[in-house]
C-alpha cells in the first residue's frame, strides 16, 4: 500500500488493532436527516467507539447502496444537499471529534467539482481522504495525483470476484486501508456476513495488504468481533442509518457503543 507518514486514518487502524481486536468504521450520509443532525450523529459515533467516520455524499444514482441508505440519500437531496454540505460537514465534525473522517463518494461529483479543488477543499476542511465506490485504479489517474500532492487517502474498493491482478492493484494504490467488500451485492444489514470475505481478506493480505477493512452485510457486535478475528477494521453502514432514521442522534450514539463491544479483546 502507498504509504505517507500522515495517513490518520491507517494509524487509526494499527492503534486499534494493538489495544483492541481491530477498528471500527461507522458510515452515515451527510445531510440525513438534514444538515445539523448529519453532524450530530457523525459526532455520536465517535463519542460512542466508531474509530473512523465514514460520511456519504448523497448522489442521485447510488448503485452500490441498499435501500435504507438509498432512502436516507434521496432525503437529504430533497431536502436541499449540495456538495459544498459535505465540506462543511466534515469541518464541523472534525471541529468536534478527534476522528479522521473520509468522505465516501462516487465518482462523477468529484469530476464535476473538479479534481484538485475538490481534494483542495477537503484538506481545508479537516478530512483524511476519500472512499471511491465506483473508481478502479486505472481509471483514477488524476485522483492518484491529487492525493499524492496533498497526502489523502484514498481508499480502493476490493471483491470476492476481483482478479489477483485487481486485487495487487487495489493494494498498491489503496492508502488508509483497502476495502473489502464482503458479499457480492449492495449494502444492507444481513443474518450472517459472507464468509467469501475471510478469503477475499487472506487473498489481499498474499497480495501484500497491511490494512484491510471490511464492510457490507455488518449489524451486530458479534459480526463486527467475527470480522476482526481476521481483518483490521469492521465497516458498519445501514445498522447505523436506520437507527438514525428510527431514533435519531441518541439511538444511534447507543446503537454506535453496543456495536463497539466487537471490537474488545476476549479476556
Request: overall charge negative; aromatic content about 6%.
Amino acid at each position: 500500500m502507498s504509504q505517507v507518514a500522515t495517513s490518520r486514518v491507517e494509524a487509526a487502524i494499527a492503534r486499534r488493532n494493538a489495544d483492541a481486536k481491530g477498528a471500527l468504521v461507522g458510515y452515515l450520509p451527510a445531510g440525513f436527516p438534514n444538515l445539523e443532525a448529519s453532524i450530530d450523529a457523525a459526532v455520536a459515533l465517535a463519542e460512542n467507539g466508531v474509530d473512523i467516520i465514514e460520511l456519504g455524499l448523497p448522489y442521485s444514482d447510488p448503485v452500490m447502496d441498499g435501500p435504507v441508505i438509498q432512502q436516507a440519500t434521496q432525503t437529504a437531496l430533497a431536502g436541499g444537499f449540495r456538495l459544498r454540505d459535505g465540506f462543511t460537514a466534515v469541518r464541523e465534525i472534525t471541529a468536534r471529534a478527534d476522528v479522521p473522517v473520509l468522505l465516501m463518494t462516487y465518482w462523477n461529483p468529484v469530476l464535476q467539482y473538479g479534481v484538485d479543488r475538490f481534494a483542495d477543499d477537503l484538506v481545508a476542511a479537516g478530512g483524511a481522504g476519500l472512499i471511491t465506490p465506483d473508481l478502479i485504479p486505472d481509471e483514477g489517474a488524476a485522483w492518484i495525483a491529487a492525493s499524492e500532492r496533498t497526502g489523502l487517502d484514498r481508499v480502493f474498493l476490493a471483491a470476492p470476484s476481483s482478479t489477483d491482478a485487481r486485487l495487487r492493484q487495489a493494494v498498491e494504490t489503496s492508502r488508509g486501508f483497502v476495502y473489502a467488500v464482503s458479499t457480492m451485492g449492495i449494502t444492507g444489514a444481513r443474518a450472517d456476513v459472507d464468509t467469501a470475505a475471510r478469503m477475499l481478506v487472506k487473498r489481499l493480505r498474499d497480495a501484500g495488504a497491511t490494512s484491510t477493512c471490511v464492510g457490507l452485510g455488518i449489524s451486530s457486535a458479534a459480526q463486527v468481533s467475527e470480522v476482526l478475528d481476521y481483518a483490521d477494521g469492521a465497516i458498519v453502514g445501514s445498522a447505523l442509518v436506520k437507527a438514525l432514521a428510527e431514533g435519531g442522534v441518541d439511538l444511534v450514539g447507543e446503537v454506535a457503543a453496543a456495536l463497539a463491544d466487537g471490537t474488545r479483546k476476549a479476556k
